[in-house]
């Protein structure tokens, strides 16, 4: 194993970073991992090769091009692989010829993740599949959409472009929704012309289903139901179960399947055990937060990927095996944030107690590589000071 193709990480602080030099490591991959911030997951784990810092994708994106062009030069980097929504970026860079000779990036095309990652423009194109998506509301200006709407519902309002419930805002119809779209525009500095996309809001539990696709044709596919989220309106799962779902599975591989897809790419759905309706709410086409649950149930996604790149598709499916169902995982410094948001809220029985859940395994909390808590415990906290928040968002990370 020791003439494996060398690859590098970027967003090492985070767990899908994290994830994925886990499952690469444990196949004898050599793995690089770099990152804007010193501290983090991957840079304090035991299983790193070597270690790199880039300029923000944010607010210098020419910079950081130029940085991760560097740092695979000097690291003799064959795979490139984005931890984050950096892909697209690194995508444009691929197809400019910004990026060294022998370098592959396992990615979809420009066109294709800029659909993706439109929040509206991949909805509206579900919906036309057929895929069922939440009512959407049509509107040109904030004060049309509060006319447009019943004030007596409720409806939830996300920017084009954001990720781990940034750039989402729940209200009533009418006027309480014209003044928070308007919030919007101000807090985020939203272009209007991609004002954000509005749905009545749906009721239901999270499910996710995890994809990888080469060219087109999908070679290995898993399922989540998540069971607890960090903060209570939604967003990243800190609890969740693996289980099968053949509706919303067979509702991510249409669309995937619809788009020619290339890559990663997770789902996320909601689903209504009430009333046994789902909805397609939004494909995050990169690497997941809650990865290490498909590891942890049989599913080496970055090993999968890896052997496509490297040896085929063929080799890749050869090797995919369906997770097993019932495999639990905890994110377990997301649990804590949780709480606090939970106390936050002033539900104290909620925030202070006992869940009897008991988990299989833990996204940071590995017994043979334990400094990675650690690490993520001191990213939180140097973000918390730095920026007074543990959720924090960039300037140009939500659009």
Known sequence: MGNETRVMLTHGWCRSSYSALRGL?????????????????????????????????????????????????????????????????????????????????????????????????????????????????????????????????????????????????????????????????????????????????????????????????????????????KIATGGTSTLRVSAAHPALEADAHRLLDALGWHGLAMLEFKFDPTSGRHVFIEINPRLWGSIDLALSAGVNFPWLLYLAETRGPAVARAHFRPGRSGVVSRWLLGDLLRRLDLLRRGRLRDGLGVDGTRAHAYDDFKLDDPLVLFGEALYYLAKGVTMHSLNPVEAGMVR
Not at 78 to 84: D, I, K, S
Not at 124 to 133: E, F, G, M, Q, S
Not at 142 to 170: H, I, L, M, Q, W
Request: glycine share 10%; charged share 30%; aromatic share 6%.
């Open 25 to 229: 490591a444990r196949r004898g991959v050599p793995v690089v991992v770099a990152d804007t911030a010193r501290v983090g997951m991957c840079q304090a784990s035991r299983l790193t090769r070597g270690r790199g810092r880039y300029r923000s994708p944010y607010a210098d994106p020419d910079g950081f091009v130029d940085d991760i062009a560097a740092l695979c030069e000097r690291h003799r980097i064959g795979l490139l692989l984005p931890g984050h929504e950096e892909g697209e970026l690194l995508a444009q860079a691929r197809e400019a010829g910004r990026l060294p000779a022998g370098v592959s990036l396992p990615l979809a095309n420009v066109d294709s993740l800029v659909r993706v990652n439109d929040k509206d423009r991949i909805s509206r194109l579900a919906r036309d599949l057929d895929v069922p998506v939440a009512p959407i509301v049509d509107y040109r200006t904030p004060a049309e959409a509060g006319a447009r709407t019943d004030s007596t519902r409720e409806y939830v309002a996300r920017a084009r472009r954001g990720n781990s419930s940034k750039g989402v805002r729940f209200a009533r119809g009418g006027a309480a929704l014209t003044a928070a779209l308007e919030r919007m525009v101000d807090d985020f500095a939203l272009d209007p012309a991609r004002l954000p996309i509005v749905q009545e809001c749906v009721a239901g539990d999270g499910w996710g289903v995890s994809c990888l696709y080469w060219y087109g044709e999908r070679i290995a596919s898993f399922t989540h139901h998540r069971l607890q989220e």
